[in-house]
């Protein structure tokens, strides 16, 4: 071992034994397709081309956030793994991809062989949910840039589907029910807001109880991101799926849009589904309660994942989705009209919340078919943990 590197403040044989310690979970995540051996430069993945007369590869990568600051502050790390899988697989099946591989990327201010066996326990673990393999990653010791204890997790994802049957949304026609998948709490989105509301408005520690939950704020905030994968692949063999969207950074009103095409709007109603208790929570705690437009365009509200579906397929769809632990919910309908999602809630106080496409913003409006101000606070489309 360079024994000047050490005095730097980076441990090769930490990293070494850390690596010796990962071998079991990668292992566990290996699929047929997957080659080469633990170890090597890259990670091998040989496509099955009697599966696919014409292959779309689909990629995805996203990271989990300030959620990481929750994790330390609990000493727990094996949970962030799974949201790193599921920001990432969730967002690639929205195009009809079934996840193949996945790699990380860990960069910690110094190595700890526990916490980095944890760490990728967890990212297995949401690995074998999704089905696919862990096929390489990296661990990055960096001090100076992050202090001991610190770190950073991303991940990256790779998945295939039939050309022919690439989901865009383009084919999402007015009459089409939108129907939701529950969330498990907040995913791993809108944590920096989260953070503030639980630790700096209301003075709470991770190991305080959160009344609502019947849990501590450190197990209701580690909640791992749920990993839709199964269901939805198990609903594309059986039924048309037009449109999907991952509920991510951007709540419902900026990820149910992006699946929408021009003259297609989406009624949502708010009522229709169970809003985990942790969205109460975060407004009793809160100094300034969030605007209906906040709570919509940061927060999944407890629906993680969208479908669209034609009416006639409908029936089909739920009990496919039930067979396979999705528990649906019949969230809206897509009617004719501007391009955006209107979402009718106790929250507002019109009773509606609504995002356009063109204005890139949510306001609360009680005629949401008309025109008027633009109002609340813009955030940008797509994923992303902050």
Request: negative net charge.
């Amino acid at each position: 071992m360079s024994e000047a590197y050490r005095k730097a403040g980076v441990d090769i044989a930490a990293a070494d034994r850390s690596v010796a310690r990962m071998k079991r979970h990668v292992e566990s995540t290996r699929r047929p397709e997957v080659w080469g051996a633990f170890g090597g430069f890259g990670g091998g993945f040989a496509l099955d081309m009697a599966r696919y007369k014409e292959p779309v590869l689909v990629s995805g990568t996203d990271g989990v956030g300030t959620k990481l600051l929750v994790a330390r502050a609990v000493g727990r790390h094996d949970t962030v793994g799974i949201d790193c899988v599921a920001m990432c697989v969730n967002d690639i099946v929205v195009h009809g991809a079934e996840p193949l591989f996945f790699l990380d990327y860990l960069a910690v201010g110094r190595v700890d062989p526990d916490q980095v066996e944890a760490v990728v326990s967890g990212v297995a673990a949401g690995c074998r949910e999704a089905g696919c393999a862990l096929i390489g990653g990296e661990t990055a010791e960096m001090p100076g840039m992050y202090a001991p204890g610190d770190y950073d997790l991303a991940g990256f994802a790779v998945g295939a589907v039939e050309r022919a049957r690439f989901v865009d949304g383009s084919r999402v026609r007015p009459g089409d029910v939108v129907i939701g998948l529950p969330s498990a709490g907040l995913h791993s989105n809108g944590f920096s807001l989260a953070r503030k509301i639980v630790f700096e408005d209301a003075g709470l520690s991770v190991g305080d109880d959160l009344p609502e939950c019947g849990a501590t704020v450190g197990e209701v905030l580690l909640a791992p991101t749920r990993i839709y994968v199964r269901a939805i692949l198990a609903l594309l063999e059986r039924v048309d799926v037009r449109g999907m969207a991952h509920i991510t950074g951007g709540g419902l009103l900026d990820n149910v849009i992006r699946t929408l095409p021009e003259g297609c709007r989406a009624v949502l109603d708010a009522t229709a589904w169970e809003e985990p208790p942790v969205f109460a929570a975060l407004r009793r705690l809160s100094v300034e309660p969030p605007t209906a437009e906040d709570l919509y365009q940061t927060w999944n509200m407890g629906i993680g994942f969208v479908c669209m579906i034609a009416p006639e397929d409908v029936d089909r769809a739920m009990a496919v989705l039930k067979e396979n632990g999705g528990r649906p919910v019949q969230v809206g309908r897509v009617e004719a009209g501007e391009r955006s999602v209107v979402i009718r809630t106790p929250h507002a106080a019109s009773g509606v919340v609504m995002r356009r496409a063109e204005t890139g913003v949510a306001v609360d409006k009680s005629d949401e078919a008309s025109g008027g101000g633009p109002g609340g606070a813009h955030r940008p489309e797509g994923g992303g943990g902050v």
